[in-house]
């Protein structure tokens, strides 16, 4: 099976419903599949049901809710990249940059989520 033929990267995108449109948005014009979850506990419930190849949380997203997603992550499916979009200033747990998770800040260049999307898709799975 070629690439073009094969069926489009699932992503799944986690935030609040007056935050994810931004997100849905930015990703929407690239091959991904978008699985949007309002809550951690629809998030783990795709985690478990879908083929989820990476999480992009959204810049309104409450660090519990991030911290509450990489516990999910690491009890369902250890390994799976995430990428945390926050606001210049917001705060940031130490122990996601020690965990991997990518940390993108705002305001982000056109195009700049994707392809970041697109880098840790690429990135060999270890």
């Known amino acids: 099976?070629?690439?073009?033929?094969?069926?489009?990267?699932?992503l799944l995108?986690?935030?609040p419903a007056t935050d994810v449109?931004?997100?849905?948005r930015e990703l929407g014009s690239e091959a991904f599949e978008l699985l949007v979850a309002l809550?951690?506990?629809?998030?783990?419930?795709?985690?478990?049901d879908s083929p989820v190849e990476a999480v992009v949380v959204s810049p309104e997203a409450p660090i519990a809710w991030i911290d509450e997603l990489l516990a999910t992550i690491d009890?369902?499916?250890p390994g799976i990249p995430?990428?945390?979009?926050?606001?210049?200033?917001?705060?940031?747990?130490?122990?996601?940059?020690?965990?991997?998770v990518g940390v993108l800040r705002q305001p982000l260049l056109?195009?700049?989520l994707?392809?970041?999307?697109?880098a840790v898709l690429a990135l060999p799975k270890i």
């Open 75 to 77: 009890r369902v499916r």
């Open 21 to 24: 449109g931004d997100v849905q």
């Open 39 to 48: 809550t951690t506990t629809a998030a783990a419930g795709a985690l478990r």
């Open 110 to 112: 056109p195009e700049a």
């Open 82 to 100: 995430v990428l945390v979009v926050r606001h210049r200033n917001a705060e940031e747990q130490p122990k996601w940059r020690a965990r991997g």
């Open 13 to 15: 995108v986690l935030g």
């Open 114 to 118: 994707a392809r970041s999307v697109n």
């Open 1 to 10: 099976m070629t690439r073009s033929a094969r069926r489009p990267r699932s």
